[in-house]
Antibody
């Protein structure tokens, strides 16, 4: 069984809201030493970091999406969710969730690379 | 946001070759850099983190160095399974940007 599994609609209409879930198969979703990211990859293009969450509530979003994106954790369902509003064709991509380690000393947190990835889910924006 | 550039954008190499990819950051990021390998249709796989630490299970022919603004990933004795696209990612700022990628294909 995969540790991370993305799920959600494959087809979204322009202007609609995309909601994706990343189900975590162990109980690490609320662990203090992990952060959770959403990353996407348009067809034939590179990786784009969308945002992340740690400590179940601290979020960081890429500036170009800041007005449209919400990432949240649902500990009851062991899920990390992505919500992206006002979808356009430019949002067509494979969407990945990923887990990385974070150390949170009294000062700034320190993040390490994402070492666990879901298999990705394809989202197409079309009417 | 911190920008990353990679060079070259693509390269052709033969099995057994030594390959070096460079990643440059628009500002200093200390050692907060990871390298990933991605094969077509698959999720990326982390190779190194903290600029030079090899992820568990990654073959020793992969190595990485750097700090500040310039980083390198080196693959010695290139193997058939190493033909892929490689990305760097900075984790210094809270927006963890990726480089544009370097495609390594067979000569």
């Amino acid at each position: 069984q995969e540790l991370l599994q993305e799920s959600g609609p494959r087809l979204v209409k322009p202007s609609e809201t995309l909601s994706l879930a990343c189900t975590v198969s162990d109980d690490s979703v609320s662990a203090a030493n992990y952060y959770w990211s959403w990353i996407r990859q348009p067809p034939g293009m590179g990786l784009e970091f969308l945002g992340s969450i740690y400590s179940s509530r601290v979020t960081n979003y890429t500036p170009s999406l800041k007005s449209r994106i919400t990432i949240s954790v649902a500990t009851s369902g062991s899920q990390v969710s992505l919500r992206l509003t006002s979808m356009t064709a430019a949002d067509t991509a494979v969407y990945y969730c990923a887990r990385g380690n974070v150390v949170t000393p009294p000062t700034n947190p320190h993040f390490f690379g994402q070492d666990v990835w879901g298999q990705g889910t394809t989202v197409i924006v079309s009417s | 946001a911190i920008q990353l550039t990679q060079s070259p954008s693509s390269l052709s190499a033969s099995v057994g070759d030594r390959v070096t990819i460079t990643c440059r950051a628009s500002e200093g990021i200390s050692r907060s850099l990871a390298w990933y390998q991605q094969k077509p249709g698959k999720a990326p796989k982390v190779l190194t983190y903290e600029a030079s630490i090899l992820q568990s299970g990654v073959p020793a022919r992969f190595s990485a160095t750097g700090s500040g603004t310039t980083f390198t990933l080196t693959i010695t004795n290139l193997q058939p399974e190493d033909f892929a696209t490689y990305y760097c990612q900075q984790l210094h700022s809270h927006v963890f940007t990726f480089g544009p990628g370097t495609k390594v294909d067979i000569k």
